[in-house]
T-cell receptor
Framework: DAGITQSPRHKVTETGTPVTLRCHQT?????MYWYRQDPGHGLRLIHYSYGVKDTDKGEVSDGYSVSRSKTEDFLLTLESATSSQTSVYFCAISEGMGAGYGYTFGSGTRLTVV | DAKTTQPNSMESNEEEPVHLPCNHS???????IHWYRQLPSQGPEYVIHGLTSNVNNRMASLAIAEDRKSSTLILHRATLRDAAVYYC????????????FGTGTRLKVLA
């Protein structure tokens, strides 16, 4: 596919533990995004990055933090996981942030918080 | 508001054309229309996008109304592999550009 991988693919964790999800790209795209997908809600933007060390909040950022120390990696951290954060998480990349640019999505990480 | 309106679900017979509608009545003159689809257990994948005129690619065609308040994604011959959730998205240049996904249209293709 387009050179975007997410890890892990599946994770089960306990409430209150920290969790970090990784998104890795080989496309050298400037923009990276984290979404979560829940039944009845479609995809919702958590955080996005417009360059190394440049990040901003999306629609549902509470309880999440992100970091981007190099172009190819965008990390999503749940500092203290809660059951409401059980979801499928998707990373996406785009070459630009204009309206004519499309997104490429990863295959997702299924996170279960018990 | 950058949201769009789509029917929750649609059905089509295999090898027949499918027309998936989308309403975006508050669209501005510089907003593109993007379509993505999500196959079961996969991430969304890009289908097509356009601004004013109709667009064609190997996957589909996009017909945009003259007033741009609605558009239609056309799959010319539906196959069972086209069964997916189709999202119509109107990324906005106002403020910070980002995609807002709705709940999309679930397309069921009947053999």
């Amino acid at each position: 596919d387009a050179g975007i991988t997410q890890s892990p693919r599946h994770k089960v964790t306990e409430t209150g533990t920290p969790v970090t999800l990784r998104c890795h790209q080989t496309e050298n795209h400037r923009y990276m995004y984290w979404y979560r997908q829940d039944p009845g809600h479609g995809l919702r933007l958590i955080h996005y990055s417009y360059g190394v060390k440049d990040t901003d909040k999306g629609e549902v950022s509470d309880g999440y933090s992100v970091s981007r120390s190099k172009t190819e990696d965008f990390l999503l951290t749940l500092e203290s996981a809660t059951s409401s954060q059980t979801s499928v998480y998707f990373c996406a990349i785009s070459e630009g942030m204009g309206a004519g640019y499309g997104y490429t999505f990863g295959s997702g990480t299924r996170l279960t918080v018990v | 508001d950058a949201k769009t309106t789509q029917p929750n679900s649609m059905e089509s017979n295999e090898e027949e054309p499918v027309h998936l509608p989308c309403n975006h009545s508050t669209i501005s003159g510089t907003d593109y229309i993007h379509w993505y689809r999500q196959l079961p257990s996969q991430g969304p994948e890009y289908v097509i996008h356009g601004l004013t005129s109709n667009v064609n690619n190997r996957m589909a065609s996009l017909a945009i109304a003259e007033d741009r308040k609605s558009s239609t994604l056309i799959l010319h011959r539906a196959t069972l592999r086209d069964a997916a959730v189709y999202y119509c998205i109107r990324p906005s240049l106002l403020g910070t550009y980002k995609y807002i996904f709705g709940t999309g249209t679930r397309l069921k293709v009947l053999a």
